[in-house]
């Protein structure tokens, strides 16, 4: 000890080496060069990231610079270095967030997310805001939702809350008007639940005022178990907002209530008739993820998350791989002041993970797209041409003259969303041609 301890003051440099070199020895995965896979992966995945942007994806040659960790996580992708981040989770004050929508796009651009998945519980309301937002941050926004869905085993196991994500193209739900309707009564349901949470609490001589929560979940916001959580913080009923769910609130708890959420399976059913994907949310929090994993497999699941901000968990891959199901994640950011939840852009998805994604996911966005422009070539109505627009009105119709509104309209659409190659197709053509044939004064085209 004593001859060690001379030996690095006598040569500081030469022991400072050792511990650097032994360091790394202990520390951290490898970093190696992408596979040829990863490769035309990462080639697939930016040019569908940048598909709407000016200037053109990172090259081959430069993906094929780039390293992985050895779970495949791309390290330095992108342009001048940078990370093509994906989150596909995310959550705005439109639901249980903290943070409005342009806000939340604001904090993703600055922790270098390019695709931002909206996924507010049981309401789409917050796409808008967060699509225009987008446009100037330079990122890529996938409408989505999580709705809240009840799994009724068969046996007499007991019922258990399930988070199902659905994710849609830019054009959002084909046949909107079902999803909307389901939505809607979940909604619903929200307000009648958190009246009868309020009034089990008062029973527990833990009195809250309806008027409070409603206060805190905002004008025209459905009130969650969060919002009442924050009323009892605020009232010095408890600490904090976790100690709110683990002492009262808890699926089951003493003043747990349930709304009016549909079977998971109807759910998950409901997003594939819409032209969306449907995945598991947080699986890791059910009580018996194999039966509800395998009942949702048969009504058309795509996915379920697998990977987490520390990492991925094995036992949730495992079950992916063996209903061939798409291995996804998110950072399921609400925006909360002092927690210790994920952040935006923490989840480290695969770069191979990402092409499946998009491999499953765009041949239904296409359908849907095209399901929603057929719609509108066979009855130009205001109503058709706002489900088209919704999400993104002002870039979609900025700079479409008159006459040839019909044409620029389902090119400046696809251009969005799908690759040429995606676009050239005969059905396309052929709603083309009948768009061909609507016209639009200039006072419609500038007052949207």
Known sequence: MVDDAFASKENPKKAKDKKKKN???????????????QTLAFKAVTEWVYLDQQSSPPSVSSASACVVDDFGVQKTMGRGGEKVIFDLHSHSKCSDGFLFPSKLVERAHG????????????TMAGIPEAMEAAQRFGIKIIPGVEISCIYSPRNTEA??????????????????????KLLANIRDGRYLRAKDMILKLNKLNLPLKWEHVARIAGKGVAPGRVHVAQAMVEAGHVENLKQAFAKYLYDGGPAYSRGSEPLAE??????CQTGGLAVLAHPWALKNPVAVIRRLKDAGLHGLEVYRSDGKLAVYSDLADVYDLLKLGGSDFHGRVRNSESELGSVNLPVLALHEFLKVARPIWCSAIRNILEKYAEEPSDANLERITRYGRTKILKGISPSSYGTSLIDRCLSLWLTNEERQNS???AIKLKLSQISINQGELQSS
Request: hydrophobic share 30%; glycine share 6%; charged share 35%.
């Open 427 to 429: 059905e396309f053509d």
């Open 266 to 271: 109807e759910a998950v059913q409901l997003i």
């Open 159 to 180: 019922e258990e809350p399930v988070h199902i994500l659905a994710y849609y193209s830019s054009c959002g739900p084909a046949n909107s008007e079902d999803l909307e």
């Open 23 to 37: 360091k790394k020895k202990k520390g951290g995965s490898s970093k190696k060069k992408m596979t040829a896979e």
């Open 111 to 122: 922790n270098g997310v390019k695709v931002l998945a909206l996924t507010d519980h049981d």
